[in-house]
């Protein structure tokens, strides 16, 4: 079955890098994405990576894909306190199907 | 362009009684999604369609009902609401992929308690 797992809770010093990981169960996932949900909203794309590659970096966010090991993790560098959200980790194994998603990580960001 | 649009925003109901969640969504959309959101739980797939006329069952699908009838509208009810449909709904949008990724849209949510 599908599973998609994540840490709860992080809480990094402004300034900071944050690292959230997440690991999932499912070989066959294509798409692995990080969304961003900030409080009373939706989510947000902030950033997805194709099965076949191991990182992918924009501007502040570098995302990390260990295929062997289903691990996925989103690094956002010179973290600030508008980075304080529930970020999700998602899978689907195409771009047609639903997506999966973790149980969330809460960033919290200390000034 | 207004995106994915979820009506109402908040609603309270009694146990028993029934209501219908809209999700419209303006970009053409073919897929269409309705999760909810519960603390600790993450977001969990209740329904979804494939495109006009079409649903499937999610991960969580009891106890509620859908319906397609408009490529741009995705229905949600419930037929008699229960405490633990108490939740925040969101209803997502994406486009038919051909091959490559497609981002899904979310709406703003809909906070519904039953009590």
């Known amino acids: 079955g599908e599973d998609v797992e994540q840490s709860l809770f992080l809480s990094v010093r402004e300034g900071d890098s944050s690292v959230i990981n997440c690991t999932y169960t499912?070989?066959?996932?294509?798409?692995l994405y990080w969304y961003k949900q900030e409080p009373g909203a939706g989510l947000q794309l902030l950033t997805y990576?194709?099965?076949?590659?191991d990182m992918k970096q924009d501007q502040r966010l570098t995302v990390l894909l260990n295929k062997k090991d289903k691990h996925l993790s989103l690094r956002i560098a010179d973290t600030q306190t508008g980075d304080s959200a529930i970020y999700f980790c998602?899978?689907?194994?195409?771009?047609?199907?639903?997506?999966?998603f973790g149980k969330g990580t809460r960033l919290s960001v200390i000034a | 362009n207004a995106g994915v649009t979820q009506t109402p925003k908040f609603r309270v109901l009694k146990t028993g009684q029934s209501m219908t969640l809209l999700c419209a969504q303006d970009?053409?959309?073919?897929?269409m999604y309705w999760y909810r959101q519960d603390p600790g739980m993450g977001l969990r797939l209740i329904h979804y369609?494939?495109?006009?006329?079409?649903?499937a069952k999610g991960e969580v699908p009891d106890g509620y009902n859908v319906s397609r009838l408009k490529k741009q509208n995705f229905l949600l009810g419930l037929e008699s609401a229960a405490p633990s449909q108490t939740s925040v709904y969101f209803c997502?949008?994406?486009?038919?992929?051909?091959?490559?990724?497609?981002?899904?849209?979310f709406g703003q949510g809909t906070r519904l308690t039953v009590v």
């Open positions: 499912d070989s066959s996932s294509t798409y």
């Open positions: 970009m053409n959309h073919e897929y």
């Open positions: 997502a949008s994406r486009v038919r992929g051909a091959g490559g990724n497609t981002e899904a849209f």
């Open positions: 998602a899978e689907s194994k195409s771009g047609n199907t639903p997506l999966v």
């Open positions: 990576i194709f099965s076949n590659m």
């Open positions: 369609s494939v495109g006009e006329g079409t649903t």
